[in-house]
């Protein structure tokens, strides 16, 4: 089998697991509308560093504590922010 058949074959077998990844996506996404300003950005960053299941919770709290520092969200409910965001994140692995 060539190098072209394999990668066609890969293409394909990408393109038939796509449909699945689209419908969590599309969930998680519109959980995330519901968010407060400050969880929408935190959202936005986690997804961002494209987080599985095992890496969700450090990347959260980094992506959080990044936004916190920086000022571009508020320190005071940065920790319940961070749950409702990591929530709708999670919707992404169901």
């Known amino acids: 089998m060539n190098a ?12 038939s697991l796509a449909p699945g990844a689209h419908a969590d996506g599309a969930a998680a996404d519109a959980c995330a509308a519901n968010l407060q ?21 450090s990347i959260v709290e980094s992506q959080t504590r990044s936004l916190a520092m920086a000022g571009k969200i508020g320190r005071g409910e940065a920790r319940e922010n961070a749950v409702a965001a990591a929530e709708c994140v999670r919707l992404r692995f169901q």
Do not use: E
């Open 4 to 15: 072209k058949a394999i990668n066609l074959g890969i293409f394909f077998m990408t393109l």
């Open 37 to 57: 300003p400050d969880g929408k950005a935190i959202y936005a960053a986690t997804v961002a560093g494209q987080p599985t299941a095992d890496t969700l919770k």
